[in-house]
């Protein structure tokens, strides 16, 4: 009943109102169909935001398969074939019941013309946890359709329920207008994306010579605006190395008032030591790794300047006044393009309450570095390991000190510039009528880099939310009409790319 009725949203840039006459008609009529379609597409995000399938609660795995085979009932309806739910096994420790499933990856085609290119899309139907005691104002399983706000709220609406069902609507709207489907579509639907994608590298590698062999490109909506105002294309990501300094001692913790100025403490140790990776302003203080970081190039210098962003954006996400750097330039490049080093915590110190006058017998330091274009991980962590041990040495102590890398995850960047980014900047001015914007991201999304380098193809990633979203917050809500313009954008971008003569 709450369908109904969604009549005046308002987009950032409503360009079907402003420039219909210029929209060449093979778009006209798929966007006619999409918004024909707003309560239908809408009533299908309600039935899977309805499925509480979060992947880290382990008592909820039967509702994220669940979701899988609402998924494939979905697919069958739309004359997707070759539907395949492919098991990944068993859940690896630490895990409470050993027997435990991993949900399985959905596969499937829509189309399969040796003439036409093919596209693998991917997104992921987990969740995070969501409960109502967090705060939320409603029942975070129930999908609000808020037509006042022209807000979609609910657990998965923006991460990533709602854009992984764009591709669906894409499909329904191109059969509904009689329109020709421009690429052969393959599926490629995760349920542990909130879990650390586990097990889905191997399957990636395993099929990228079988059910993906034929793919031409792979597109990812599963990332935001930078802001709320402007659409963006993104191109990047930066990588992590994380890092851990152990600094032992005595063979016990200690009474400061029996032990205090008479031994070595392994915090001090390492208090000084994890003091001289980075200074205050951010710059890291390793030797060797400034030269291993791409110099920036005259033509990025003009992505940034194009960039809708600003020095409050930073302060007001971050609710403070604690920039490092005040021009817009300055706080983009570092956060996408420039290597950053952040101390994390201590492990095994003291970190309750109160006044306890213990000596910690064993600490570890925890810090990671973003790593961006063309760092070497091992090069690096060879660098990083050497700059503590010199440092430690300085220090004459009698205790031990050694740093060891616990995870490295590659970074990405794309040419922002190639046939898919040139197809779905093409698709944005026509349906948003702006240019995208060209980001990059300074977190990072693993799975990118695998995708790339198994299938050999460029990857796009193409966001359908704000960044205003809420994606792991409470509250979560996606726009209406970035709902019904990102469906408009995927099914553009999809035939742009299809005309495009390169890959
Ligand atoms: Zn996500």
Redesign the pocket.
Known sequence: MFLRGLTSLVAPVQRSTIMSAQIPTKFDQFFKKVDELKPEFIDVVAQAVAIPAVSSDESLRPQVVKKAHFLVSQLESLGFTDIQLKPLGLQPPPVTDPKLELPPVVLSRYGSDPKKKTVLVYG?YDVQPASIEDGWDTEPFTLVVDEEKGQLRGRGAT??TGPLTGWLHVVRAHREAGIEFPVNLITCFEGM??SGSLGLEELIAKEATEYFKDVDAVCIS?NYWLGTRKPVLTYGLRGCNYYQTIVEGPKADLHSGVFGGIIAEPMIDLVKVMGTLVDSDGKIQVKGIDEMVAPVTSKEHEIYEEIDFSLDELNNASGSNTALYTKKEDILMHRWRYPSLSLHGVEGAFSAQGAKTVIPAKVMGKFSIRTVPDMDSEKLTKLVIDHCDKEFAKLNSPNKCKTELIHDGAYWASDPHNAQFSAASKATELVYGVKPDLTREGGSIPITVTFQDELKTSVLLLPMGRGDDG?HSINEKLDISNFINGIKLMGAYLHYYAESKEN
């Open positions: 992921h991460d990533d994306e909130e599963d994606a």
